[in-house]
Each structure stands twice: as C-alpha cells, then as structure tokens.
C-alpha cells in the first residue's frame, strides 16, 4: 500500500508540483520508501511508496510506455499475475513486474470497465491525457481509503483528508451533519464525510473529471436479491456449500501472499483469523509470523487461545500487551490518523500491533475482518433473531427467556432481571416493520450521547433526520430483502468501511507502514457468501455455522466451537489514572475549549468528566461520550486549530 | 425525597441538561433515560442513600421506573423496615 494524492485544475492554470508536494507530504506514513510528483498541463500526480511488489521498478507515478496514461495507485491487484498473461496473449508488452502497469494495460482494454476485471483493494488515478479525462477507483468494499474535495477552480483527491487541508485555501470546518450521523451510526453515511465540502469515493464506485464536471458511478455492490431463510439446505447441499466457502477462503488467502516481502497474520485467537493463519500455513513453506493483542485486564484478554492456536499450527507467536495507560497514550495519534471522531477505544491496542509487526521487519498481515459482516458472525444479527422471534409471539413468556443468552461478556446487562431485560429490547409492531430494524436498539442509544451537544448545534440539527440520508444511501432492493440480510449488509456498506476496515484497519495499520489484506474480503467469497440462506449463517443462535464446519478439520476443535467474542478494549477509563484525568484530556475539554468548538455543552461535559474521576461511569453510554467527546475534540484541535498532533 | 430523587437523575443521566424535561409519572426507559449500567447506579444511589437493600426479586420497572413509582417503592420498604424491626423486638 501507498499514500497518493494529485489535483486537476479547470480553470486552464497549470498544476504546479509545489502545492502537491506538501499534500504527498502528509501522508508520508503510508508509503516511506520514496516518493514520485508528476505533472502534465493542468493535472498533477503524486506518490509515496511502501515497496511490496516488484521493488526494481514499480515506482510511480508510471505510465503505460506511451506517456498517454499516467497512473498513480495504492494498493493491490491480486490477481495480477493471470490478468497479465491475458493481456500478453493480446499483444500488450509490459517493462515491469508490477500490479500498477497490469491496471494500465487493463484500462487501455476495457476503459472505466477495468475495474470489473480487478480482484484485490485498492485506491487509483488515472490520468488520460488522450480523452483529458481523470478517472478514479475505489475497491469494492472501501479497504483503501480515497478522498476529494473541488476548490477554487480545482479538483483535489487523496488517500487521507490531511493532504486536502494542506492545499492553500481549502475550508477547514466540521459537518455537522457529518457528525450527527457518527453520533447516530458510529459511522459518516458515504460520501459525507466529518469534514464540511469533503467526500469520500464511495467503495465499489469510480469517478471521472472531464472538463470542470465530477461524476461518479457505481460499479459493483452486494446483492442479496433472491435470498430467504426459508430454504432449509439437506445435508448434502449443505456439505457442498462449506466445501465451495472453503475452495474460494482457500484462494483468496493464496492470491494475498503474492508479495516480494513476508507476509505474516494477525490471530485474534478467534474463529476468523486462525482459519487464515491455518489457510496461509498450508500455502507458505516459510517460516510464519503471527501478531497479536493481549491486556492486562482480563476481561478482554484472549492470549491463552491465541497460545493454542499458535501451537496447533507450529506458528512463530508475537505479541504486544496493552495496558489502559497505553490506550490512553496512543489516543491523539490514533485520532490524527482516523481522521474523524470514535466512539470506542479499539482502534489504539491495533495501532500498537501494527508497530509491532513494522519492528520486526514484516509490511503485510493478513487478517480475519470481514467474516462477521459476511458470514453472521456479530452479536446484533442474534439479537435481531430474538427479538423478532420474540415480537412474533408478543405474549409469549418462553420466548423473551432468550434474551438471557444476548452479550455474555457484558455483565451489566447479565445483572439485569428478566423484567428489565424485557424492557431493554422490547420490540414494537412499528419496530417490527421498519428496515433498520436490527440496529435500532444500537442506534437508539448512540443519539443519547447527542445530550451533550450544545444548544446551539441541536437547534441547527432541528429538522434533520439522519435515517433520511441512510435510506436515499441503500439500493432500493434493500427492502425487499430478508432481515438477516438486511441486517448484515447494514453492516457491511455502513460500519465495515466507515469504521472496521478504516479507524480500526488502514488507518492505524499505515501509520506505521504496514498493509492489512482481507481473504474474507475478495468479492468471490462475498457474492457466494451472500447467497447461502441466513439459515446456514446463523443456525438457530449458533453464529457462522457454516464457516466453523468449514474450518473444523484445520484449527482447534476448541477454537472452532467457541462462541464469539467479539474485539474489544478497554475504554474510557483509559484516559484517567487515579482520578486523574490525562493532561491532554483536561486541555481539549477545558470550558474554554469546548466553548470555542462550539460543538459540546461546556457544563454537561464537566459533570460526565466528574463522574469518571469519581470513578462512578460504569455503563457503554457514558465510556462512549467520553470517548466520541475527546475524540471529536482532539479532531477539532488537530485539524481545524492546527495541523498535527500536539505531544 | 422527590427533589432528591430528581436531582440523582438529572445529574447523573442527563448530566445536568434538565431542559429535556421529565414528569414525575414519565417512565425512564420510555423517556430513554437509563440503560442497563443506569439501573444498576439508581439502585446504588437507593440503597446508599436510604440506608435500604434492593432484593433481586425488586429489580423490576413496576419499582423503579419513575419518580412516582420509585417514591411508592421507598415507602413500601420503609414500612417493610418498621414492620421487620417490630417483629426482630417481639422475637426477642
């Protein structure tokens, strides 16, 4: 992976490399080994680049051995190596060994088209100097971030908002609806981003500047059309459907260990991620390195199956022990790198991990994220089951029994009394019926936080409806669909690349140089996964059935079996010691500071930060508006104040 | 005890922002006003404050759920707590 940025400007001026090299500049991080501006009239591009594929000669900018297309480009094109060898059989003659030139020679043959062709991540520009035309593209799944913005007389695009602000003049504001919908979705609705004027390339689209006119287009996107609960597969069908999962999971990870450095994992210690370690065992006769995340505080700790697995599958094991102080420490860092506010801690112990992996010498890992969006795997879509299930029979006493069985691992919630747990998710007619249906309760009590907003953004947010954006966002087959699938590609086109694959993936993953690739992410495994009935997904509460039969013969039995538990970190008692609160934290949220933000209520915000020091803040509630208020701050500070991280 | 009991909850759930606005029949899981972790701080707060034990068979809405409903369950384990202490004297 790589850091790109370039500019295309309409008003006939020149593109002049001096105010591209700043923006290149910023994202450094993403690509150290070197960097590359080119320029050509009124278009400029510009790279940094981590060296991973074909190390002699991929350097880029590149052109295609006219000079009639220039490319600059972040990430990877798995199947290179086959689309090559057609494009050899056409007669296209290639000078070097890298993935970037197979793109070109792709868009020589098909034009925008190419993408379809493409299996892997990635984030590119292509300058058509034939057809003057800027063409843009973003993966299907968003795993590479891609960022643009239009400013006087120019339009601008980058791997990170940081190169954007630097361009002379850019507005450096918070969207405020940008953030209600964080405090609503955990996630900005694509293309909004957290920045006023500032959208993200959507995942799955691609996007043309011809003249002064910016379009964008959609080329590929999940499809659950034709898929029902209903079908209850026999036995045999249900063999050969592991057996098919398991083929494409097989080729997926042996196309993501195509690299000219090691490539080594993460194992959570989970279902997901000790497949693909076991997966890329088989495929590698290197020695393999795994990485992983361990806590002192127990309650989050997974180190003694991370051990098993590790010993099951003769792995080298490395792990980094995270602390609350740690989390604490990191935070600024992990938030310069977000580039938007976080409700949750988690992304911090992922940024230690990925220092880890960068000092022992490794770029690449590969990782289990995708499976749970894909495969059923997360607690919401068994919540969801119950409470339909229970709102079905409203009267009944057995069904509401289990709720009982819901977040084993929250013991606030396992305190409750039957009746309260009745109350917690009860079900409506009217919620029954609604289309998001599965993240209500989640989102219900996210915009609780908004309580702490201050009365001058809640009367500027009067009248807006968040859902309203969301729905104009989903394509219109969505409500047709199945709930399970529904519920899953909420999941999938919101919070996996709003939040999973971007705060808690690339981002924290480059800031120290180091590319994350997703077996569970190539878009074969996707489309064959979004066809198995929601049946195999989740049988009955057994949460990815299908994909622990898949894996039952290559990892622990143990391993296999276990319920999930699902990625977390210590929250926002990360940023107190004793009571304390930590120095950047009494700063940022300081009257005086919130004050001048404007976004927060200066005296609500002291009473939640006297409830932590007495050490009374105890629910999700109160950790995630400590959390999404010194994040939305330090943002603020970080952006929009000044630029940079304050240490 | 009713301003006692308002007070807790506005300070510690709706961290002081009282213009959102409560009745005293409201209920506090309709008016979004407590979650799980919220149920078990009211209960700490109870029993700190009142000097009382909530038992596990207590733990319900019909007890705790607004400020009426909390008021009426006061008085019945202050009666309860009379009654216990008379019948403690007689045994003895």
Redesign the interface.
């Known amino acids: 992976m790589c850091g790109i940025a370039g500019l295309m400007r309409f008003d006939g001026a020149s593109a002049d490399p001096d105010l591209l090299r700043p923006m290149i500049q910023m994202v450094r991080h993403r690509g150290p080994d070197g960097v590359g501006v080119f320029t050509n009239q009124n278009v400029g591009l510009a790279h940094a680049r981590l060296v991973i594929v074909d190390p002699a000669s991929g350097d880029q900018p590149m052109h295609d051995g006219t000079r009639r297309l220039w490319i600059t480009f972040n990430g990877e094109i798995f199947n290179h190596i086959e689309l090559r060898d057609q494009l050899i059989r056409k007669g296209h003659r290639f000078n070097t060994r890298s993935d970037t030139e197979v793109i070109l020679h792709q868009y020589q043959e098909k034009g925008v088209d190419c993408v379809h062709d493409f299996n892997g991540q990635w984030s590119f520009a292509i300058w058509d100097s034939e057809r003057q035309m800027l063409f843009l593209s973003r993966d299907r799944f968003g795993v590479q971030p891609l960022f643009y913005t239009a400013h006087n007389g120019a339009f601008l695009f980058a791997s990170e908002i940081k190169s954007l602000l630097a361009y002379p003049g850019v507005p450096r504001e918070i969207d405020r609806i940008g953030l209600d919908q964080i405090f609503t979705f955990w996630s900005t609705v694509p293309p909004r981003s957290v920045f006023k004027g500032i959208q993200e390339l959507q995942p799955g689209y691609s996007l043309t500047v011809e003249g002064s006119e910016i379009k964008t287009q959609r080329y590929w996107q999940l499809d659950y059309s034709g898929v029902s609960d209903g079908s209850r597969p026999t036995e045999a069908e249900e063999q050969s459907i592991a057996d098919r999962l398991l083929e494409l999971l097989a080729d997926s990870t042996r196309i993501r260990l195509r690299a000219d450095v090691a490539v080594g994992a993460y194992l959570s210690g989970g279902l997901d991620s000790s497949l693909i370690s076991a997966l890329t065992r088989q495929f590698s006769s290197a020695e393999m390195k795994t990485f992983s995340v361990g806590f002192e505080d127990a309650e989050f700790d997974e180190t003694a199956h991370q051990e098993e697995v590790g010993r099951f599958l003769g792995v080298e094991r490395h792990q980094v022990r995270c602390t609350d102080q740690d989390i604490g420490q990191v935070f600024p860092n992990v938030i310069w790198q977000t580039e938007k506010p976080i409700l949750r801690t988690a992304p911090c112990p992922l940024y230690i991990l990925s220092g880890l992996v960068r000092e022992n010498g490794y770029k690449v890992v590969l990782t289990g994220e995708g499976s749970d969006e894909m495969l059923g795997g997360y607690d919401i879509f068994k919540e969801a089951k119950i409470r339909r299930f229970w709102g079905a029979q409203p009267d009944s006493r057995v069904r509401p029994m289990l709720l009982a069985r819901l977040y084993p691992y929250q013991l606030n919630l396992q305190m409750q009394s039957p009746s309260y747990l009745q109350a917690f998710f009860r079900v409506t007619e009217e919620d029954l019926s609604n289309a998001f249906f599965s993240h209500l309760p989640r989102w219900r009590l996210t915009s609780r936080l908004k309580i702490f907003f201050s009365d001058e953004l809640q009367a500027s947010l009067r009248g807006e409806d968040p859902y309203k954006e969301l729905e104009a966002f989903l394509p219109k087959n969505y409500f047709g669909w199945d709930p399970f699938c529904r519920a899953q590609y909420l999941e999938s086109a919101l919070l996996l690349p709003g939040y999973i694959l971007s705060s808690q993936g690339d981002r924290v993953a480059m800031a120290h140089s180091v590319e994350t690739r997703f077996p569970f992410l190539d878009h074969r495994v996707a489309q064959f996964a979004a066809s198995i009935p929601p049946s195999l997904k989740m049988k009955v509460l057994n949460e990815k059935y299908i994909l622990k039969r898949c894996a039952q013969r290559l990892i622990p039995g143990s391993i296999a079996r276990r319920t999930k538990q699902p990625y977390r970190a210590p929250e926002a008692k990360s940023f107190f010691t004793a009571g304390k609160a930590r120095d950047y934290v009494e700063e940022t949220l300081s009257p005086a500071r919130i004050r001048k933000a404007g976004i927060f209520d200066p005296a609500a915000v002291q009473s939640l930060l006297g409830k932590f020091r007495q050490g009374t803040a105890i629910g999700i509630k109160d950790n995630m508006a400590m959390t999404g208020i010194v994040s939305t701050q330090l943002v603020v500070d970080q952006f929009i104040e000044r630029m940079g991280v304050q240490t | 005890m009713r301003n006692e009991l308002r007070k807790f909850i506005i300070?510690?759930f709706?961290?002081?922002?009282d213009s959102?606005g409560f009745s005293d029949d409201d209920s506090f899981?309709e008016k979004?006003l407590i979650?799980?972790?919220?149920?078990?701080?009211l209960v700490g707060f109870l029993e700190e404050t009142y000097d009382i034990a909530v038992r596990?068979?207590e733990?319900?809405?019909?007890n705790l759920?607004s400020i009426n409903k909390l008021l009426r369950y006061l008085a019945m384990k202050s009666t309860e707590d009379k009654e216990d202490r008379l019948a403690a004297r007689a045994v003895s």
Not at chain 2, 14 to 17: A, D, E, I, P, S
Not at chain 2, 35 to 41: F, N, P, T
Not at chain 2, 59 to 62: A, K, N, S
């Open positions: 300070d510690n709706l961290f002081g922002r959102v899981l979004s979650d799980s972790s919220g149920v078990l701080e596990d068979h733990l319900v809405p019909e759920d």
